[in-house]
C-alpha cells in the first residue's frame, strides 16, 4: 500500500468554525508533513512530524493546530481562519530515519474554503 | 540553502511534440533533485528523481531527465507529448534532515499540450 489518504476532500467553514483535517498512511513512515498550496502556486511547507514529534513549524499561525496521534495519523485542526487560509491542503509522507534519501509520497488534498 | 528556478511558467506545444521543461538548482552539497506533476485537483506525483549515478533519468509516462552538474540544469523531456500529459510540472530539490526530508519546490511550469 503505497498510498497517502486524505479527508475531508472539500471542506467549507465558515470563521468561527472548528474542523479538522485527516491524513493517513499505512506505509510505516515515520515522517509526515502538512503543505499548504494557493491556486498557481507550489506547495508551502507548514508542519513537519517525525517519529510522532513535531520537527518544523515554518512559523504558521495559531489558528492551525498540528496533532500527530501515532505513526499512521496527522491531523490539522482548524480554528478562526481567515478567507485567506482558503487553499488546497497536501499531506505526505516519508520514511524518516537517518538515511540520506526518502521519497515522499502525497496525498491527493484537502480543498478548503473559508467563507 | 537549497533552491531552484523554472524560468517557464506555461509551455504550450502540440500534440506528438517534443518538449524541454526547464529547471536550474543552486546547492552547495550534494543534490536530490525530482519532478513531480500535478493533474487539476488533485496531489503531486512523482514523475522521477536524481540522486547520484548515471545523469540520465527516465521516469514514468516516457519522461526523462538529464542532470547537467557544470550548468546546474535537471531539465524535463518528452519525446512526444500525450493530450493527458496537460498538468502543472514542479521541480523539486530535497535536503535530509534527521529523521525527514526539506523538500523546496520550483515556481513550477503548466504545460498545456494542444490538439
Known amino acids: 500500500d503505497t498510498e497517502v489518504t486524505q479527508t475531508p476532500k472539500h471542506l467549507v467553514m465558515g470563521m468561527t468554525n472548528k474542523k479538522s483535517l485527516k491524513c493517513e498512511q499505512h506505509m510505516g513512515h515515520r515522517a509526515m508533513y502538512w503543505y499548504k498550496q494557493k491556486a498557481k502556486k507550489p506547495p508551502e511547507l507548514m508542519f513537519v512530524?517525525?517519529?510522532?514529534?513535531?520537527?518544523i513549524n515554518e512559523s504558521v499561525p495559531s489558528r492551525f493546530s498540528p496533532e500527530c496521534p501515532n505513526s499512521s495519523l496527522l491531523n490539522l485542526h482548524l480554528h478562526a481562519l481567515q478567507p485567506e487560509d482558503s487553499a488546497l491542503y497536501l499531506c505526505?509522507?516519508?520514511?524518516?530515519?537517518?538515511?540520506?534519501?526518502?521519497?515522499?509520497?502525497f496525498g491527493p488534498g484537502t480543498r478548503l474554503t473559508v467563507l | 540553502a537549497q533552491s531552484v528556478t523554472q524560468l517557464d511558467s506555461q509551455v504550450p506545444v502540440f500534440e506528438e511534440a517534443p518538449v524541454e521543461l526547464r529547471c536550474n538548482y543552486s546547492s552547495s552539497v550534494s543534490v536530490y533533485l525530482f519532478w513531480y506533476v500535478q493533474y487539476p485537483n488533485q496531489g503531486l506525483q512523482l514523475l522521477l528523481k536524481?540522486?547520484?549515478?548515471?545523469?540520465l533519468v527516465k521516469g514514468i509516462n516516457g519522461f526523462e531527465a538529464e542532470f547537467n552538474k557544470s550548468q546546474t540544469s535537471f531539465h524535463l523531456r518528452k519525446p512526444s507529448v500525450h493530450i493527458s500529459d496537460t498538468a502543472e510540472y514542479f521541480c523539486a530539490v530535497s535536503e535530509a534532515r534527521r529523521g525527514y526530508q526539506k523538500v523546496t519546490f520550483g515556481t513550477g511550469t503548466k504545460l498545456q499540450v494542444i490538439p
Open positions: 512530524y517525525s517519529y510522532e514529534k513535531l520537527s
Open positions: 536524481y540522486l547520484s549515478g548515471s545523469t
Open positions: 505526505a509522507s516519508s520514511q524518516g530515519g537517518a538515511s540520506s534519501y526518502n521519497e515522499q509520497f
